[in-house]
């Protein structure tokens, strides 16, 4: 990217939609608002548009949008649809004007913490994914399989298995401190079952109970502390999964996601993916550092999973 480039990186998921504008590395302006299913359900690409074009307006006025050199687009469900996902590059790219690329958030989010190089990335947030991308561009997949069939060691599963071990306490099983945890969603245990009916999203809620896990088993909760380390143990199992190979590369793990920006949950995964003799790096940055970098770079190792406009523009 030329430090004087204009670029709009999005990243579009489920439940948030952000955009910035950015020249070269300098942060122009931001706006951010509700996400949409995904661009392979029925009109997804005109939804993903019309939300991006909504949510563009939202920047602050004054920017130079009028000079965009190049957008990413980081899009939920474009593993599903690449059909949908060329439709929407396209339409942004006559929307525009410039050369457009949309990817899965997943890969948006490797290519951002590894900057193009061959590697894995742990994603661990409500859900969890490792992808890897070996030195020919390509993928090695493990987990993401959503909260009834995967998604295991994640924030959503750290929740519930905190949230379960309070009703196994209140039928009589090992007492922990997460009983009073939970006082914080009700007033009894006995109605967890139906508040968690109740709200929106249930595996989010489960998720925002990760937290007090966590924060049980740094203070010494042991039923809290089984949980902390069965995560860790399968977290590390679908690293390794994805890692199989004899590459350097496929030895080192950059780590994502909410679960991991705690510093005692994230030392407790490194010294467990340490013990399979997995390295973790640093992450050069996010998934809309990756949509950047996909709008303003060709030939990326990770190009075959790149869904651009399609229009040979000139460099």
């Keep these: 990217m030329e430090a004087t480039d204009v670029v709009l990186a999005a990243d ?167 009983s009073a945890a939970a006082g914080a969603l009700v007033d009894s245990p006995e109605k967890l079952p139906g508040w968690l009916a109740s709200v929106e999203n249930p595996y989010r809620a489960m998720a925002l109970f990760a937290p007090l896990v966590l924060h049980a088993a740094e203070a010494g909760d042991a039923v809290a502390n089984v949980i902390v380390d069965e995560a860790c143990r399968i977290l590390t199992h679908t690293v390794k999964l994805a890692s199989s190979g004899d590459e350097a590369s496929s030895r080192r793990v950059a780590l994502l996601g909410g679960v991991v920006s705690s510093g005692f949950f994230a030392e407790l995964l490194r010294k467990s993916l340490a013990s399979a003799g997995i390295e973790v790096v640093a992450p050069l940055g996010d998934g809309l550092d990756g949509a950047a970098l996909a709008a303003t770079r060709r030939g990326l190792i990770q190009e075959r999973y790149i869904h651009r406009d399609g229009t040979n523009w000139t460099d």
């Excluded at 059909?83 to 050369?99: D, H, N, T, W, Y």
């Design 12 to 178: 579009v998921g489920k439940s948030r939609c952000r955009v910035e504008l950015r020249r070269g590395t300098e942060l122009l302006g931001a706006a951010d608002q509700h996400g949409f299913p995904g661009v392979h359900t029925d009109n997804g690409p005109t939804i993903a548009f019309e939300l991006l074009l909504e949510t563009v307006s939202m920047l602050p006025p004054g920017l130079p949008v009028s000079t965009l050199t190049g957008i990413g687009a980081a899009v939920a469900g474009v593993e599903a649809s690449a059909e949908k996902s060329r439709e929407l590059a396209i339409m942004l790219s006559q929307r525009f004007g410039v050369p457009a690329a949309v990817l899965s958030d997943a890969t948006a989010a490797q290519l951002g913490a590894l900057q193009g190089a061959p590697g894995t990335t742990l994603i661990v947030g409500t859900g969890a994914v490792a992808f890897r991308f070996d030195e020919a561009g390509i993928l090695h997949r493990a987990d993401g399989w959503g909260p009834y069939l995967g998604d295991r060691g994640s924030g959503r599963w750290i929740g519930q298995r905190g949230l379960q071990a309070v009703l196994e306490a209140h039928d009589g099983g090992p007492a922990t401190s997460l």
